[in-house]
């Protein structure tokens, strides 16, 4: 592990400590192709969410601003500026909902964190080994400072897009070889940029597309700026007027700091097993295991009662399935699929899955509950209990703690690469998706991330 890290001066001083101070060799064997498996589960997602129409939009505008090639833009393999490929690839990569996430922290750490790295390795021609490291030190910085925004800012803000933004700044800034002071002024930069807010679930808005996109874009160009020597706030986290006084209600800046330098907070990251938001994964799971995974039809079923967290509730209890991408947040939606068709993949968010008579009816027979025990024990675990009551008088039972994914049920490299084979299985031959696969779960051995994408056709 990293020699451990005493606060010294603000919380930025410390985390640029962090951050610039961590070496391959502190992530051991085992964290180096942990992240190999967690890059190649977000490049999947990249490709899933390629032809996404929002994505497309964002991709045609920066391609007709014209700009140096220097960076690949992975939806359509052209090349652009590092800026604009970590935005288009932040974007695209966060269309399905299959990107990982961070239960405690309520954050995906991928989306805004590896497009702005992928893009800083590639203009700066670093290895796959530089550029893992910078993964680490981006899913740290970025972890312990959603850690202390604490679920109080969630309820507005969309954790994702505005502490990723800190993460991004930190991976990028290592691989641009920014100095201490720069490293500082990144953070500060990148703090006083952050932004998301959750109001574009009313609409099934495309705005949450753009977070994680435009976080890697403002952490890269604020790492890139203050490489020139533009300053920014040392106490931008800290601050009577910096981000965690702006943007949470009960901050706890302690969080920033505790274990650093002795734990690695990233290690209890999560990688999705289903296409909807991660907060609907406990109760699939829960009512998988009452059903042992059985389809039912709705003339079977009387009612299903899903016990969740109340945040749970919060986020999803009001969301109507009108466009594919609210039915991901739509917890009746998903439940219905899973006992309708036994799993809630890409294939149930298809547009003409929506008006399913039968998905309607089951909708209509649950009920969401919010429970005190699960709310308690939120964030630390997103648990959920679900009971099917059938129209031959059995109650069938099933509780999760852990979803499949999670750190204590983590899914095995074979099945992260049978995830990477379905989300890319309409964009890539077979052959070309196995040769990504092996490249990406031997990126620490790439001398040159410019050129790792070279002879695939994606």
């Known amino acids: 592990m990293v020699q451990s890290i005493s606060p010294s001066g603000s919380l930025t001083e410390t985390l640029a400590d962090f951050a610039l101070g961590l070496a391959p060799e502190d992530l051991g064997q085992a964290g180096m192709q942990r992240m190999q498996t967690f890059f190649l589960d977000w490049l999947g997602c990249v490709l899933a969410g390629a032809d996404a129409p929002a994505v497309v939009m964002i991709r045609d505008l920066a391609r007709s601003l014209g700009d140096a090639p220097e960076a690949d833009s992975l939806p359509d393999r052209s090349k652009v500026s590092c800026l604009h490929a970590a935005l288009i690839n932040g974007a695209a990569s966060h269309v399905v909902e299959m990107d990982d996430l961070h239960r405690e922290a309520i ?79 990144a953070l500060g930069t990148a703090g006083t940029t952050a932004a998301g807010l959750w109001e574009f679930l009313s609409d099934s808005a495309m705005s949450k597309l753009l977070h994680p996109g435009k976080a890697a874009m403002d952490g890269l160009l604020a790492a890139l700026l203050a490489q020139l020597g533009f300053t920014g706030a040392v106490r931008i986290l800290e601050g009577p007027k910096g981000f965690l006084a702006a943007m949470s209600a009960e901050s706890d800046p302690e969080r920033v700091t505790r274990g650093l330098g002795r734990e690695f907070l990233w290690e209890r990251s999560s990688l999705k097993n289903h296409a909807s938001c991660g907060h609907t994964h406990a109760a699939i799971d829960a009512l998988l295991a009452a059903t042992a995974g059985r389809v039912l039809a709705p003339e079977s079923v009387v009612r299903v009662e899903a016990r969740v967290c109340s945040a749970a509730l919060d986020l999803l209890g009001k969301v109507q399935p009108t466009t594919p991408y609210l039915a991901k947040f739509c917890l009746p939606y998903c439940l219905a699929s899973a006992l309708l068709r036994g799993r809630v993949g890409l294939a149930e968010f298809a547009p003409e899955r929506l008006g399913d008579p039968d998905l309607a009816r089951l909708m209509e027979r649950v009920t969401l509950v919010a429970d005190p025990e699960l709310s308690a024990a939120y964030p630390r675990t997103w648990g959920a209990r679900v009971a099917v009551t059938t129209t031959d008088g059995r109650t069938l039972i099933g509780a999760v703690d852990h979803p499949k994914g999670d750190p204590e049920n983590p899914l095995t490299q074979d099945e992260v690469i049978a995830k990477f084979a379905d989300l890319t299985g309409d964009r890539l031959p077979a052959p070309t998706a196995r040769l990504l696969t092996d490249r990406c779960l031997d990126l620490e051995h790439c001398s040159d991330m410019a050129g790792f994408f070279t002879g695939l056709a994606l």
């Open 107 to 185: 954050i995906h750490c991928a989306a805004p964190t590896m497009p702005a790295i992928l893009a800083a390795a590639q203009r700066t021609h670093a290895s796959g080994r530089q550029m893992l490291t910078a993964m680490v030190a981006a899913y740290e910085v970025f972890i312990r400072i959603a850690l202390a925004a604490g679920p109080s800012h969630y309820r507005y803000w969309h954790t994702t897009a505005t502490c990723g933004v800190f993460g991004a700044a930190a991976g990028a800034g290592r691989l641009l070889g920014l100095d201490r002071r720069q490293m500082i002024w």
